[in-house]
């Protein structure tokens, strides 16, 4: 069975976001990216897949500039078999991914296609869902455990009201959540291995697929600066407030 | 075209380091520092989880069960590890020397590939209570007798004393030739008859592992205990310790820097007196300012020194350079850093006192600063600078 990894080179999460000074997005310049932290646990159940010997291929996909080739390295280190770079320097939204996810399911044919439940920089949270509508797939989104069994996956979710364990027929799409399990670090072999491993370089226009954005950012801002909080003096006072001056109920 | 560029997998094995030292090995610290031990099933477990991942012993070469890195590499991984205490990097990544690849024939399994493979810790013995700075000054002797090696003489302030499984001892085999042919290295393992560790010798910082006065009285050793050349010992201890002061004093002095530098420039951006953040006062800017620069300059220099190791190039003289400035500079940053939190950078609940205390022997032992400082001069007034 082979698994189909989606990882995206975002900025590190530990770095403070700064608007650029024209709002037309925020500064990349000289800041950390990393793998998106949804994405590491997506390659991490993967590899376990393999490890546990139900997956015998994992296929590790980017779409980004050149230094989406680091991203996918990293994933090779902590133990996927290949990648596909997907090169392109323009902005790629979740439809145009999930155009490009589908291109690449068609020439590799996974059983299992794995997401992050969103990246961190743009907070989407659409590709794996519009990915599994492009193919008329099954989908199980914000997986904490994912349960693969004969032509189906079990797969429990992270719901607002608790946990929702789906059974899907595969193939299917898995959006992964925090929990799911914890990724490893990748080891020094492993590091050392990843510098064999091959990765396949292709373009939008080799797939067929038109990237360009539907969408527009018109202005992109800080959010307001939070105020100090105040205290109140009884559970009326705080009523009234809410009321009067908040206006919430 | 000069390329200052990490490579792409190095940045892997520095991001794996420094995850690992962040989430597994910092937040053991205030133990190690309130109890002055490590807690030893901790320390098993942990080592096991650096071996499983290839991080012990990273600057062996591969074909002896070694992480294979060269001297660049183990440099930009030993910044890392610089962000925690040397008592946790030894006991979870190792304290293996170069010097052991000079074992042969049977020396190969019984010291140096059990090392690699951490099962059994070596401590390196030069100094003396009457010779420090003057190493070639020592007195431990051994004589040849009646087919053994005896050696009789006194060591302190060793790292791992107290602990080691066997101990490298320098000692004269020849009281004319010293330097020259004179000093031979010795392989003692611990409970050697005539070998006693005599005290544990406490000392301002570096808690957590042990420094000990070690005394040698007819102790016999085999001839094939020797360790390289007879003769040879000082030159071959001189030859490899390079790469180690480079690695040890040279990037972890960067690395603990930076750390320092890191909770500095935080504070001074949080910490409100008279209205603003103590980060706009130029007194507390100028700390941040010339720390910044000097971490920048010791950095490079230290990389530009492992590149010289790497070249094959005598690079004694860019490690001495290093190794003044990199440990000096790691003072003033320590210090600044307590000065920047005020009386929390006095206090034990956070991390600077200690920094502060282990920062200040790394300009006294490798060589203290005066000495390398006269290495340097020297040579400048033989040769010029050679950059
Ligand atoms: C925590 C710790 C761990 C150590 N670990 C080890 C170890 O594992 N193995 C080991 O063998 N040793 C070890 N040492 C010993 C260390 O290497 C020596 O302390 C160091 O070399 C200095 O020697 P000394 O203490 O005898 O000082 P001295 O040599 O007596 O120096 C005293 C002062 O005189 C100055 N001085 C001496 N000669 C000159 C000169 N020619 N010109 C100008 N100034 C001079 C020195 O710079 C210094 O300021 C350790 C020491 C410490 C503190």
Redesign the pocket.
């Given at each position: 069975m082979k698994v189909l990894v989606a990882v995206k080179r975002v900025v590190d999460y530990n770095v403070k976001i700064r608007v650029k000074a024209d709002k037309t997005g925020v500064e990349t310049a000289n800041v950390k990216f990393s793998m998106n932290p949804f994405d590491e646990i997506a390659v991490e159940q993967a590899v376990r897949l393999k490890e546990a010997g139900t997956a015998t291929e994992v296929v590790v996909v980017s779409i980004g500039p050149a230094q989406a080739q680091e991203t996918i390295r990293t994933a090779l280190a902590m133990g996927a078999d290949r990648g596909i770079h997907v090169q392109t320097d323009a902005e790629v939204q979740p439809l145009a991914v999930a155009k490009l996810l589908k291109a690449i399911v068609a020439n590799e044919n996974p059983t299992l296609v794995i997401v992050g439940k969103q990246a961190i920089d743009d907070d989407c949270s659409q590709t794996g869902q519009m990915l599994a509508a492009l193919l008329g797939w099954s989908q199980g989104t914000f997986a904490s455990k994912v349960d693969l069994k004969d032509g189906t996956v079990a797969v429990t979710r992270e719901v607002d009201g608790g946990l929702e364990t789906v059974d899907l027929k595969l193939p299917a799409i898995v959006t992964t959540d925090l929990r799911l399990n914890e990724p490893r670090y990748a080891s020094l072999p492993n590091i050392m291995k990843a510098k064999k491993k091959p990765i396949d370089a292709t373009t939008a226009e080799a797939l067929g697929v038109d990237i360009a954005s539907r969408l527009i950012t018109l202005k992109v801002e800080e959010p307001a600066k939070r105020q100090g909080g105040k205290k109140v003096g009884s559970i009326a006072e705080l009523v009234d407030k809410l009321k009067n001056e908040a206006r919430v109920i | 075209m000069i390329d200052f560029a990490i490579p792409e997998l190095d940045r892997l094995l520095i991001e794996t380091v420094r995850k690992f030292i962040t989430n597994e090995v910092q937040p053991l610290e205030p133990e190690v520092e309130e109890r002055g031990e490590l807690p030893e099933a901790k320390m098993r477990a942990l080592r096991q989880q650096a071996q499983a991942l290839g991080l012990f012993a990273m600057n062996m070469p591969a074909e002896v069960g070694g992480g294979g890195l060269s001297t660049v590499e183990t440099c930009l991984v030993e910044e890392e590890l610089g962000k925690t205490s040397d008592a946790l990097i030894r006991r979870i990544f190792g304290q293996v020397y170069p010097m052991l690849m000079a074992c042969r024939d049977a020396q190969i399994e019984r010291y140096l590939l059990p090392t690699v493979r951490g099962d059994r810790i070596c401590?390196?013995?030069?100094?003396e209570p009457d010779?420090?700075?003057?190493?070639a000054a020592i007195r431990t002797a051994a004589t040849f007798d009646d087919g053994a090696w005896v050696l009789n003489g006194r060591?302190?302030?060793?790292?791992?004393?107290d602990v080691a499984d066997y101990v490298i001892v320098?000692a004269v085999t020849d009281r004319d030739k010293r330097t020259r042919g004179g000093i031979t290295l010795f392989l003692v393992d611990k409970g050697t008859p005539g070998f006693t560790v005599a005290r544990r010798q406490p000392?301002m910082g570096?808690r957590g592992y042990g420094?000990a006065e070690l005394v040698f009285e007819d102790c016999r050793v085999s001839p094939d205990c020797i360790l390289g050349e007879p003769g040879e010992g000082f030159r071959l201890m001189m030859q490899s310790v390079s790469a180690v002061r480079l690695a040890h004093i040279g990037a972890r002095s960067v690395g603990m820097a930076q750390r320092v530098l890191d909770l500095m420039r935080r504070h001074a951006n949080e910490r409100v007196q008279f209205g603003q953040p103590i980060g706009s006062f130029q007194f507390v800017q100028q700390m941040i300012a010339d720390s910044a620069i000097e971490i920048t300059a010791a950095r490079l220099m230290v990389l530009n020194a492992a590149w010289t190791i790497d070249q094959g190039q005598d690079a004694r003289d860019k490690v001495s350079i290093v190794k003044v400035f990199a440990s000096e500079m790691l003072g003033k940053v320590a210090d600044r850093g307590v000065q920047v939190f005020g009386g929390s950078g006095y206090s034990k609940d956070l991390p600077l006192e200690r920094i502060y205390r282990d920062a200040r022997?790394t300009r006294?032992?490798?060589?203290?600063?005066?000495?390398h400082r006269?290495l340097i001069a020297r040579s400048v007034l033989r040769d010029g600078l050679r950059l």
């Open positions: - | 401590a390196i013995a030069i100094t010779a420090g700075s003057d190493a060591k302190h302030f060793i790292s791992d004393g320098m000392m570096h420094h022997v006294i032992y490798d060589g203290t600063s005066e000495i006269m």
